[in-house]
């Protein structure tokens, strides 16, 4: 790839007699650059993808390969990241051509016209990522979402819809200002410091022992679990589908080199986990930018914007993660032999006679590992399981509770077909999918966000809903995606719970190491369907977080550990990603939030309310302002009746009051429901749908809370139903005015 690189540079060569002022370049090179640099691209991508068959094919996939394959972009979130290469590539082409030629920098656009700027823009792509669609010709605008939420504003179309950039609170903190990850330059100072190696503060302060797990005495696993569900509805941040570097040829799998889009993480000397002989790095991938950002920014103004990351998904609590966030896979996940709106499910396999995921139709197989567990060499394999978000087999909770929800689904299009048998496939549908997001909205905001932050930041910063606002912008932050909802990671036990009828472990099926539980759909066609694994998450309390029991090992030392190999550092990887979208440090955000900014020792120490966890953090950074903002964040004591501290409660706040306020299809936004459909889905709750999509015949009354005097184990017949009376009749479908 090097050598077809240096191919690159020989055709894009600028004329000797060029002059460096005025617009010199012309559109026939700035074609022929386009084409090499797509052929870069391309030849990167298809070599990846099959370096990844291959990997998939002979069963030597490494953890960083389950990582990378789950971050990798698909659909119009792959064109979108595509687009970006190509424009990156072919500026960087012509970039080097100026410098060759004239010996000195120029900003190649001076030597575009503004003609061939708008040209370069629409053959790589790049346009279409920021042209506004028209909501003219959108059928039923005003009941039901598009897939991908476009025209959810109509007067911003493309605001808070998928394969849009991060919204930032805070202005990105990079390198040179513009795109090098914060700390890739190993000398530089903050604040008088170097920034430590993440895996130094993973192995300083997240490491723990199962043996020191604290469980959480008032909420359970589901909580944990739920959390995660709900960020794989908001939001996904796709790496670079090519595992090595446009400029230079290298492969990020065998070198510890930064070079985009690699982004190694370092192994500090004496790490009991750096194999002898092996690189002294875990690999890791940067984050695809978005088009027009960063180094590709020059044909969108002029001078260079600071990157962006691009989320895949939509920023509306609308279960995208069990529809789909674009078009084509929504399509896709409709069973397509019912005139009963219908989502497809598996044809292979049933779960008790309940139905099960459909499988993924991709060649390889990332999730044939039975054999690894197994003893037994002919056991068989199943293929991963496909749903809205790419995320669905990554661990067995997250499964089960996708096959939950898509269960809920086909349960709910029946009986609006049995009360409405005029409705069409598409209206039964739409209205089941409309009921599913309205179940979402509520469970997040009755249930599971006054868990988190508290009921006085409840009060405080979210309050009662105000109505639709259109100038809220209710886009994916980029501080919430990467650092402050990841505070459950710490919550997550060493194991899955697998309980019987009776709410106790059982020995044909027991209980698993969460680490043996990544990637493992044949364990739900295998091993007992998703009702043992249901049980386990309402029925056994989560890991609390404490300051002295961090991160348990299945997350740090052995997340996706499929082989005998270096495995991933959740906490590492938290941090690194920090630092590749450029978050500012600790104090800046708790300004923002208005908290004090901690100076030196003493101040941490009494922000953390901890003398030894604030001196090891120090003696790790040398200032609070230099602190990891996840770190910072998970440190912290938690607010009053919450599980996070006052920095994370005052932005995951933030985040989902701009999410609801900005969301014109909320739920509770005048003419979306009638009150009669806002009264019945009012009575909702987990525990129900539970019981209406299982075999499980008890549960506790909330399944947010653990089992308790408080919180008992009733019989599913005195768990109220959802009343669909209110939808028997044409009449009673919402319309919302915009």
């Known amino acids: 790839m090097f050598l077809s690189a240096l191919l690159v540079l020989g055709v894009c060569l600028i004329p000797a007699h060029s002059k460096p002022a005025g617009k010199q370049l012309g559109t026939p090179l700035l074609q022929t650059c386009f084409e090499e640099a797509k052929k870069i691209v391309d030849d990167a991508y298809k070599y990846s993808r099959e370096e990844s068959l291959r990997r998939v094919r002979t069963e030597v996939v490494r953890p960083h390969d389950a990582l990378r394959l789950l971050k990798q972009p698909r659909g119009e979130t792959r064109s979108a990241v595509r687009s970006a290469d190509y424009m990156a590539q072919t500026l960087r082409l012509l970039q080097e051509r100026v410098h060759h030629v004239h010996k000195r920098s120029l900003n190649v656009t001076d030597l575009l016209s503004e003609e061939d700027l708008n040209k370069l823009t629409e053959i790589t792509g790049c346009a279409r990522q920021v042209t506004f669609p028209s909501c003219h010709s959108t059928p039923n605008l005003n009941m039901y979402r598009t897939a991908t939420s476009v025209c959810n504003n109509i007067k911003n179309p493309r605001l808070g819809s998928s394969n849009t950039p991060f919204a930032r609170w805070l202005p990105a903190e990079y390198d040179d ?14 604040n008088n410091f170097l920034l430590p190696l993440v895996r130094q503060v993973s192995n300083n302060i997240l490491s723990t022992t199962d043996a020191g797990v604290v469980n959480d005495r008032e909420y359970p696993h589901m909580v944990t679990f739920f959390g995660q569900w709900i960020d794989h509805d908001l939001t996904f941040t796709p790496f670079s589908p090519s595992i090595r570097s446009f400029s230079n040829g290298i492969n990020c799998d065998e070198s510890c080199e930064k070079t985009e889009p690699c982004i190694p993480i370092l192994i500090p000397p004496g790490d009991p986990r750096l194999p002898t002989g092996r690189n002294s790095c875990i690999p890791t991938f940067r984050s695809a930018p978005v088009c027009g950002s960063g180094y590709s920014a020059y044909n969108f103004g002029g001078e260079p914007k600071k990157r962006e990351q691009i989320n895949g998904l939509t920023a ?60 037994d060499t002919n056991a068989s394999e199943v293929p991963c399981f496909l749903a809205g978000d790419i995320r669905v087999d990554e661990n067995l909770a997250i499964t089960s509770i996708h096959t939950l929800f898509m269960r809920e689904h086909n349960r709910l299009a029946r009986e609006l077909k049995r009360i409405n048998p005029q409705w069409d496939s598409e209206t039964l549908y739409q209205e089941a999918r409309k009921i599913m997001g309205a179940y979402t909205q509520l469970f997040v905001f009755r249930d599971y966000l006054p868990r988190i932050v508290g009921p006085d930041i409840m009060h405080k910063q979210v309050g009662h809903y105000p109505g639709y606002n259109a100038n809220v912008d209710p886009s994916i932050a980029n501080v919430f995606a990467t650092a402050a909802y990841r505070f459950g990671h710490l919550t997550v036990q060493p194991v899955l719970y697998r309980l019987d009828e009776n709410y106790r472990e059982m ?14 759909p044949w364990r739900v066609v295998y091993e007992g369907g998703i009702d043992p694994l249901l049980r386990g998450l309402v029925g056994r309390p989560a890991k609390l977080n404490t300051q002295d029991n961090m991160m348990v090992d299945a997350l740090r030392e052995r997340m996706f550990q499929f082989v005998i190999h270096l495995a991933l550092d959740l906490g590492s990887l938290n941090m690194q990603r920090g630092r590749d979208h450029g978050l500012p440090g600790y104090n800046a955000w708790r300004k923002l939030c208005g908290l004090s900014q901690p100076g030196n020792e003493a101040e941490l120490a009494q922000v953390l309310n901890n003398a030894n966890l604030a001196r090891n953090l120090l003696q790790l950074y040398g200032a609070p302002a230099n602190i990891d903002v996840w770190m910072g964040g998970v440190a912290e004591p938690f607010i009053r009746g919450g599980r996070v501290g006052p920095l994370f409660a005052c932005l995951i706040a933030s985040q989902f009051q701009r999410i609801r306020q900005g969301d014109r299809l909320w739920y509770e936004n005048r003419g979306v ?66």
């Open 177 to 190: 200002n513009i795109s090098q990850p914060k700390g890739w330059d190993r000398t530089r100072r903050f």
């Open 316 to 375: 509306f609590l609308d279960m995208g993660q069990v529809y789909g966030s674009e078009e084509q896979l929504a399509k896709y996940l409709r069973d397509p032999d019912s005139d009963g709106g219908l989502l497809r499910v598996n044809t292979e396999f049933r779960d008790n006679r309940r139905e099960l995921l459909p499988f993924h139709p991709m060649p390889g197989n990332m999730c044939a590992t039975r054999k690894r567990f197994s003893k």
């Open 507 to 520: 020995s044909r099926l027991p209980t698993m190491p969460v680490f043996e539980a990544f990637f493992t």
């Open 673 to 738: 429901f009638s009150l009669a459909q806002r009264a019945a889905l009012s009575t909702s709750t987990i525990s129900r749908i539970i019981c209406d999509n299982t075999g499980i015949s008890s549960v506790p009354t909330d399944a947010f809370s653990v089992i308790s005097n408080c919180n008992k184990l009733v019989d599913c017949s005195s768990i109220q139903h959802l009343n669909l009376s209110a939808w028997s009749k044409d009449g009673q479908l919402g319309r919302v005015d915009h």
